[in-house]
């Protein structure tokens, strides 16, 4: 089946460091990857969503220049906290579409970053 | 008006009840939905996915989706204390454009089957 890989699977850093989270598909070609934050107790929302070599799209309120993502190739998607604050600090899961689940969504383990 | 909505419970049932989540959602446009359950910590896995009105069975579980109503729900049978979790109501809107294909969530219900 499908298989996101998603690194680390937690972080602690120091406020105002960067952070780079990756998802790599393992055994398929990730068209889009779609990037949730998730803080405690609340559901999963969509911070961006890139393709395969195309600038990312972000949702209302997410800020482009402090949530770095590349999707440069098929197999690979980062996101990356630049100057991180504590408020930042959250569990943040990458989804995959592309491929051969059942219903076309594969999501890596989910990241989760504590800034101090 | 949140676009996909879930009661945060927490719903309790005793093991072996039948335990019944609902979701509705806001956008008449929508063309699947999806349930996963998320334990504390980890990352969300799907329980099933529906396209058409009616219901779904896997197991001990049956989605229905009433898209006149726009609510879809979830039944679990025999509900055992490893089914206590948070479960998440997922849509997929169908809209133009980078929107195609994004999953919104719903808040989740907390789902706690006691022995």
């Known amino acids: 089946g499908a298989v996101v890989s998603q690194h680390p699977s937690w972080v602690i850093c120091k406020s105002g460091t960067s952070v780079k989270i990756e998802c790599r598909s393992l055994d398929f070609q990730a068209t889009t990857m779609f990037w949730y934050r998730q803080f405690p107790k609340q559901s999963l929302m969509l911070m961006a969503t890139?393709?395969?070599?195309?600038?990312?799209?972000?949702e209302q309120g997410v800020e482009k220049d402090k949530f770095l993502i590349n999707h440069a190739s098929l197999t690979l998607s980062t996101l990356t906290v630049t100057s991180a604050h504590p408020e930042d600090s959250s569990f943040y899961i990458c989804?995959?579409?592309?491929?051969?689940?059942?219903?076309?969504?594969?999501f890596g383990s989910g990241t989760r970053l504590t800034v101090v | 008006q949140k676009e996909v909505e879930q009661n945060s419970g927490p719903l309790s049932v005793p093991e072996g009840a039948i335990a019944s989540l609902n979701c509705t959602y806001s956008d008449r446009g929508s063309q699947s939905f999806f349930w996963y359950r998320q334990y504390s910590g980890k990352s969300p896995e799907l329980i099933m996915f529906?396209?058409?009105?009616g219901d779904k069975e896997d197991g001990r579980f049956t989605a229905q989706l009433n898209k006149a109503s726009q609510y879809v729900s979830l039944l679990i049978r025999d509900s055992q204390p490893s089914d206590s979790a948070t479960y998440l109501c997922a849509v997929n809107s169908v809209a133009g454009g980078t929107s195609y294909g994004k999953l919104t969530f719903g808040q989740g219900t907390i789902l706690t089957v006691h022995p």
């Open positions: 529906i396209y058409s009105n």
């Open positions: 989804s995959a579409r592309g491929g051969h689940s059942a219903n076309g969504y594969t």
């Open positions: 890139s393709n395969e070599g195309s600038k990312a799209t972000y």
